[in-house]
């Protein structure tokens, strides 16, 4: 069974780091492109950020470049995401999610994992 | 940045009803649209694909037509189990982007 499971949520203080840990089981993890995406309270979807297959590339949305860093270990079928200078408006559910792809069809997030809630606050 | 934005954002609907939602991309994105449904409490489900593709084990009610900038999604007999949220995203561009949601309601 393809699966994802995040970790690593949690309640930190503005300016404060997390980790957040995502790991892939039922399918060869190194030969997917993964992503972060995000839901604050009540809110809808946003991507956060994506890395390629082997680390060679990253890109992020812009409210968090400079401050979130995206990793991934294939010998470890897991991926990452370092957040550092949160703020309260980071505040969200986490999800990770394997981006599927196809020169045809472009490319779709499928599947997703659980989520893990970070909230920033004092 | 791709601005995506759905339409309605909330919808009343009745069991075996016909239901249409549409999604409009700021610029065009050709095909590369996708569709989600998001249950309270969990994580979002594919259901289509590249604007028309339906996903594996996803009903067939279910289907998803457009290119361009404009696109909808149709569930053509509404089931108890269909009222949820459905988001568009395009994956034309980086950053992925997402329209707003739109809520199903039971009427």
């Known amino acids: 069974e393809v699966q994802l499971v995040e970790s690593g949520g949690g309640l930190v203080q503005p300016g404060g780091s997390l980790r957040l840990s995502c790991a892939a089981s039922?399918?060869?993890?190194?030969?997917?492109?993964m992503s972060w995406v995000r839901q604050a309270p009540g809110k809808g979807l946003e991507w956060v950020a994506n890395i390629k297959q082997d680390g060679s590339e990253k890109y992020y949305v812009d409210s968090v470049k400079g401050r979130f860093t995206i990793s991934r270990d294939n010998a470890k079928n897991s991926l990452y995401l370092q957040m550092n200078s949160l703020r309260a408006e980071d505040t969200a559910v986490y999800y990770c999610?394997?981006?599927?792809?196809?020169?045809?069809?472009?490319?779709?997030?499928?599947?997703w994992g659980q989520g893990t809630l970070v909230t920033v606050s004092s | 940045d791709i601005q995506m934005t759905q339409s309605p954002s909330s919808l009343s609907a009745s069991v075996g009803d016909r239901v249409t939602i549409t999604c409009r991309a700021s610029?065009?994105?050709?095909?590369?649209l996708n569709w989600y449904q998001q249950k309270p409490g969990k994580a979002p489900k594919l259901l289509i694909y590249a604007a028309s593709s339906l996903q594996s084990g996803v009903p067939s009610r279910f289907s998803g037509s457009g290119s361009g900038t404009d696109f909808t999604l149709t569930i053509s007999s509404l089931q108890p189990e269909d009222f949820a949220t459905y988001y568009c995203?395009?994956?034309?561009?980086?950053?992925?982007?997402f329209g707003q949601g739109t809520r199903l309601e039971i009427k």
């Open positions: 039922g399918f060869t993890f190194s030969s997917y492109w």
């Open positions: 995203q395009q994956s034309y561009s980086t950053p992925r982007t």
């Open positions: 610029q065009s994105i050709s095909s590369y």
């Open positions: 999610a394997r981006e599927n792809y196809d020169f045809w069809s472009g490319n779709w997030f499928d599947p």
